[in-house]
């Protein structure tokens, strides 16, 4: 016995689900999906895989068939990606007025999963204009001796420093040729003024030279000063940058440099930006990153919110590790690449439109991307979102402290 689809995850139900959720889950997909009633596009065939999915589910020898038949595959093993999804509230009251609803969700890469190591592609961005001379840019040399030294065999590095002009000084291939890449640090001098855009452009031209699934590809910049009159192209750059799941570091050092501008072209490629107080603490900065980097256990990450009903997103972030916050488009977006130990999480602020009272599914969240231990297909983790909504409610529950926290961040940052 074969067979071509997850019908656990057509449901949106776990393996070990009894048949009350089964039940419940296949009503409401049902009603949002019957091709009389629904408006949303694909909704014939999407209604044809639920009904077949629950005819299977709910007959107790075709199940136990198929439970059989995904053991057998090891589709029945630890998922890779994991979430957990908090709810702000889980029994809501029955209002004729509009509700606010705070959802955390956390993913993270799993436990029992493999992960090796993927290759690096990197580019180092640095700033050798006037204002790095001197101690400065001693310590940029080091830390960029540091980068040298912990990249393997299999990883690719490219150096570019830029002023006014910028220039690539060790093109970027694998194996690389450490001697030569010291002696390319080495020739570093200081001069001329701070236009970011000619090193941002030159890095992300080394990185996409040799970008694929199979390696991490980033680019890490650091510089100390401002830059005039490009700062819509360096986002632009970085707005494709993202779209070809290409991410950025960006690094401030000092204080004459633009932070928001950083943090923008951090946030469309889904990257990080950095504020460095002083230039001794560079070269463990960059080692850090570099960790970071090499411990990538899943990228490509999309994040898709199917909504329910009477169901609006109002904003999204991420708020661990780093807070920012989410641009989403046609409730999806993209997220940056998982570390096997570093979660993140996301909080997404609902408006609930009047629900009748009972239970109501509001949402499911699914995350879908790859994880090159596992191969090139990709892999995903959903769960559905359920409220109850009561009409005569007097109490609500505590909001649970994880969210309490997050709100807090939020409100600081």
Same mark, same amino acid.
């Given at each position: ?55 299977l589910l709910i007959d107790p020898l075709q199940r136990e068939g198929f439970d059989h038949w995904r053991r057998q595959q ?52 640095l700033d050798r204009s006037t204002s790095m001379k001197g101690a400065r840019l001693q310590h940029v040399k080091e830390a ?69 699934? *199979?390696?991490?590809?980033?680019? /890490?910049? %650091?510089?100390?000063? &401002?830059?005039?009159?490009? =700062?819509?192209?360096? !986002? $632009? ?104 130990? *570093?979660?993140?999480?996301?909080? /997404?602020? %609902?408006?609930?439109? &009047?629900?009748?009272?009972? =239970?109501?599914?509001? !949402? $499911? ?49």
């Amino acid at each position: 016995m074969t067979f071509e689809r997850d019908y656990y995850a057509i449901l949106g139900v776990p393996p070990g689900a009894d048949e009350r959720a089964i039940k419940q889950a296949y009503r409401q997909l049902a009603r949002r999906y019957h091709p009389d009633t629904s408006t949303e596009e694909g909704a014939a065939q999407q209604f044809i895989e639920i009904q077949e999915a629950y005819e299977l589910l709910i007959d107790p020898l075709q199940r136990e068939g198929f439970d059989h038949w995904r053991r057998q595959q090891g589709v029945d093993r630890p998922l890779a990606l994991q979430m957990r999804i908090t709810s702000s509230q889980e029994i809501m009251p029955y209002l004729n007025e509009s509700q606010a609803l705070y959802i955390l969700v956390e993913l993270r890469a799993s436990k029992e999963a493999e992960s090796g190591r993927l290759p690096l592609n990197l580019a180092l961005v640095l700033d050798r204009s006037t204002s790095m001379k001197g101690a400065r840019l001693q310590h940029v040399k080091e830390a960029a001796r540091s980068i040298v030294e912990q990249m393997g065999p299999h990883d690719i590095l490219s150096l570019v420093v830029f002023s006014d002009r910028g220039q690539v000084i060790l093109p970027g291939q694998p194996n690389i040729d450490k001697a030569a890449a010291r002696a390319a640090i080495s020739s570093i001098r200081s001069g001329g003024g701070t236009e970011l855009l000619q090193g941002l452009k030159l890095g992300l031209r080394e990185v996409k030279r040799w970008h694929s699934e *199979q390696v991490h590809s980033h680019v /890490l910049l %650091l510089t100390d000063g &401002r830059t005039y009159g490009d =700062e819509e192209d360096c !986002l $632009q750059e970085a707005r494709q940058a993202g779209k070809q799941n290409i991410s950025l570091t960006l690094m401030g050092i000092g204080e004459d440099w633009n932070e928001q501008l950083l943090d923008q072209i951090a946030g469309f490629s889904q990257g990080t930006s950095l504020y460095i107080d002083s230039s001794a603490k560079i070269t463990q900065v960059f080692r850090e990153r570099l960790q970071s980097l090499g411990s990538v256990f899943a990228q490509n990450l999309v994040l898709t919110l199917h909504l329910g009903e009477g169901v609006t997103i109002q904003q999204a972030f991420r708020v661990s590790p780093l807070i920012s916050h989410l641009h989403l488009l046609d409730n999806a977006v993209a997220l940056p690449a998982l570390e096997k130990y *570093q979660p993140q999480a996301m909080l /997404l602020e %609902l408006l609930l439109a &009047r629900h009748e009272p009972g =239970e109501h599914r509001l !949402l $499911q969240v699914e995350v879908e991307g790859i994880v090159p231990a596992l191969g090139s297909q990709p892999v995903r983790a959903r769960q559905a979102v359920t409220i109850t909504f009561e009409a005569n409610l007097h109490h609500k529950a505590p909001v649970p402290p994880d969210i309490v926290s997050a709100v807090a961040q939020l409100t600081i940052f």
